[in-house]
């Protein structure tokens, strides 16, 4: 006979009322950050279109949808929302960019390329695979665009950095939390994160490594100065969250960005001394699972993983030379690749440059790669500028932030390098951070030159009333030199 146990029930219906009202509160909270966010910056891309970039960007690297997927309605896309604010702001302020805005090396390429994907879609081997990609490709090529005609200050682009390392610092933090506090959950192993596995998601994190390190040494001081720490710890957090997706193609491009940032950052002694503490810091957080499976990158000559790609790279090769113009068609030539040796139907490429060659063509991966190359170089032109800059700085204030904004542009530079390096690995043509870095690469030359002028420059009245109190050099006294001009690199 069956005892009914009414207390029971009670307590069982009063946990699942508590914990679903728990849930919902949950997930209001989402929803209200969201959708507060979204009209924050809707309002402000009515006054500058930078806010809706921003805003756009933001969610782009977030990718809210999958973080809170359990909290959010699945009918709203907020990505697509804010890229519809971005293109109205862009719409209203249009006339004003045009006057303002100068296209530069890097947009031209762009939209040479977008032309390429679109002629590569017209004749592609099947048009419906093609078109599919082809509306992504779309939004990420369109929103570049808006964008590189949408920044013109220096303190835009210090935004845009200190958002990937927020955004990014703060899904690693989540992927950690999962992993300290939930029973070791490791779910950026298995599942990934925002629709990309393992391999994309270590990537992702990987990118905004960099920028740890350039607001970790931020020129700001006294009550701000806690910001240094709280970078300095999401930089931690990061690369961490990077060790537990087991991405050897991930955790390799985070050494080779690491070692580059440390190479070039002076003085040296730092560099040491952080190299240092780098390596004791990674030997505790790296257990015998991940320093194995980092390890295993050696055995490149017997690991199933490599080989299958080796495979599928020398199909992709086949494939472009078939077809070097226009290639297959975008996502095309994964339907082909089975039957140049991979080892099965549909298998990705795994390489973005071989990728964009088999599907796009051979001029369009030339292209890319040429995008690729002149973001670094813009990047070194912009940080070479700020050398010489320092010397006209009229106070140890202006070289401060002199020298901040070089490392900003050295953590771009070294946060792109990580994206190139692990690319010969991943198939992510509409990944939008690399695009985004770009996008800063191709306008910072000319708004480094503005925004160092700003900080080299002296107030005019102060010189004049500096020539009216000044008496005149002592006999015997060599007059002082005029100040240095700031050059500008070519």
Partial sequence: ??????????????????????VEGNAMKQVTFLSLMTVL??????QTPFWGVLLYYTLAMLRPQHLWDWALDGSIRWSLLAAMITLLSFWLHLSRLIKRS??????TMIILYALLVMFSTITAFNPQIAQGWAIEYAKVMIIAVVA???????????????????????????????????????????????????NGAGLLLAMGIPFAYCFALSPDRGWFRWWSVAAAVLGLVMIHAVMMTYSR????????????????????????????????????????????????????????????????????????????????????????????????????????????????????AALY????????????????????????????????????????CLACQASLLIFIFDGMFLSLEMFEPPWLLMVIAGVLPRVMRSHLDNLCSVDEDEQ??????DPGPSVGVMPALPKPVLRRTA
């Fill in 464 to 469: 004049e009333h500096a020539q009216s109190t």
């Fill in 41 to 46: 910056g809707a309002v402000g891309a009515m």
């Fill in 249 to 364: 193609g991930a955790m390799l491009a985070t050494a080779v960005g690491i070692v580059w940032v440390l190479v070039h950052h002076r003085p040296r002694w730092q560099s040491g001394a952080a190299a240092i503490g780098l390596v004791l810091v990674l030997s505790v957080m790296a257990g015998p699972q991940i320093q194995e499976r980092f390890l295993s990158t050696t055995n490149f000559k017997t690991d199933a993983s490599a080989l299958s790609r080796f495979e599928s790279w020398n199909a992709a090769w086949q494939i472009a030379w078939e077809n070097p113009i226009l290639g297959k068609g975008i996502r095309n030539s994964n339907q082909y690749t089975r039957n140049f040796g991979a080892d099965y139907q549909g298998r990705t490429i795994h390489n973005q440059y071989l990728q964009i060659a088999a599907d796009t063509g051979i001029p369009a």
């Fill in 369 to 408: 790669l040429f995008m690729l190359a002149f973001g670094m170089w813009n990047f070194r032109r912009a940080r070479m500028m700020c050398r010489d800059a320092i010397g006209s700085a009229p106070d140890e204030d202006a070289k401060r932030r002199i020298d901040h904004a070089s490392r900003i």
């Fill in 102 to 107: 100068a296209f530069n090396g890097m947009v």
């Fill in 148 to 198: 590189s005609m949408v920044i013109e200050h220096f303190w835009q682009i210090r935004l845009l950095a200190l958002m990937v390392l927020l955004m990014l610092g703060y899904i690693a933090w989540e992927i950690n939390f999962l992993y300290f506090f939930q029973g070791g959950r490791l779910n950026i192993f298995h599942y990934g994160y925002g629709g990309l596995d393992n």
């Fill in 1 to 22: 006979m069956i005892k009914f146990d009414f207390n029971s029930l009670t307590s069982m219906l009063g946990e699942t009322v508590k914990h679903s009202s728990e």
